[in-house]
C-alpha cells in the first residue's frame, strides 16, 4: 500500500457530497502494544485510550490528509465522531437495577476543537504526559533524560523514524468530546497521522481529583 503522499491532481467536484466521500473511506482498526502506552496507563491516573486506524488509498482523502486540510472534508465530524471510533471508546454505565456495562461512547455538546502540533515536539509533548501525570501527578519517576528517550523511541516506533512534515501530522485538544472523557480536570487527547503507515493514532487521556 502506498503511503500518503502530496498530489498536484485532484477532481474537486467529490467534495460536495462528503457523505459519498467519507462512505468510500475506508479504515481498519488496529491494537498494537507499545511500551510507552503500557508506561502510560501504569503510571498515570485515570484512563487511557490508544487505538490505531489504518486508512485504504482514497484520492480525496490523501490529497487533504497530505497538506493539513483534513477539516475542509470535516474530519471531525465524520471520522472522529463516527460510530466507527466512538465506538472502539468503553464507557462504564450504572443501570437503573444496580447492575454496570461498559457501552460504545456517544457524542456530547462539546465538540473536537484541534490544534496543530509541529511534528519536532510531539516527542516532547508524550514526555511531558508521562513526566507530569494526572490530576495526582505520576508515579513514574525517572530522570526527565529517560522520559524523553522513551518517548523519542515511540515516536520512532510510530513514525518509522520520519519526523519530516511531509510524513507526520499531529493535532492535540485539551477539551472532552465524547462521553468516555470525565470533562472535568484533564481531558487531552493526540490525534498522530503517519503518512508512511497510512495510520491515524487517537491517544486520550482523562482524569480527575
Not at 37 to 60: R, S
Not at 80 to 90: G, P
Amino acid at each position: 500500500m502506498k503511503p500518503i503522499e502530496v498530489r498536484d491532481n485532484f477532481n474537486f467536484h467529490d467534495i460536495y457530497n462528503l457523505d459519498k466521500v467519507w462512505t468510500d473511506i475506508k479504515f481498519t482498526v488496529i491494537d498494537k502494544e507499545f511500551e510507552f502506552i503500557t508506561l502510560l496507563k501504569e503510571n498515570l491516573g485515570g484512563n487511557i485510550f490508544f487505538k490505531g486506524f489504518k486508512f485504504q488509498e482514497n484520492d480525496t482523502f490523501d490529497w487533504y490528509c497530505s497538506r493539513g486540510r483534513l477539516e475542509e472534508i470535516k474530519f471531525n465530524e465524520y471520522f472522529l465522531l463516527s460510530k466507527a471510533v466512538l465506538s472502539q471508546f468503553d464507557v462504564l454505565v450504572h443501570n437503573s437495577n444496580g447492575t454496570e456495562e461498559f457501552v460504545p461512547a456517544w457524542a456530547i455538546e462539546k465538540k473536537p476543537e484541534l490544534i496543530w502540533v509541529n511534528e519536532f515536539t510531539i516527542d516532547g509533548e508524550f514526555a511531558s504526559i508521562l513526566y507530569h501525570g494526572g490530576a495526582y501527578g505520576s508515579k513514574f519517576n525517572r530522570q526527565v533524560r529517560e522520559i524523553k528517550r522513551l518517548a523519542q523511541k515511540f515516536c520512532y516506533e510510530l513514525f518509522e523514524e520520519e519526523y519530516k512534515y511531509e510524513f507526520v501530522r499531529c493535532y492535540k485538544s485539551a477539551k472532552a468530546w465524547n462521553s468516555w472523557f470525565i470533562d472535568f480536570i484533564i481531558d487531552d487527547t493526540f490525534i498522530v497521522i503517519c503518512m508512511k503507515t497510512r495510520t491515524i493514532w487517537i491517544l486520550a487521556h482523562t482524569d480527575a481529583d
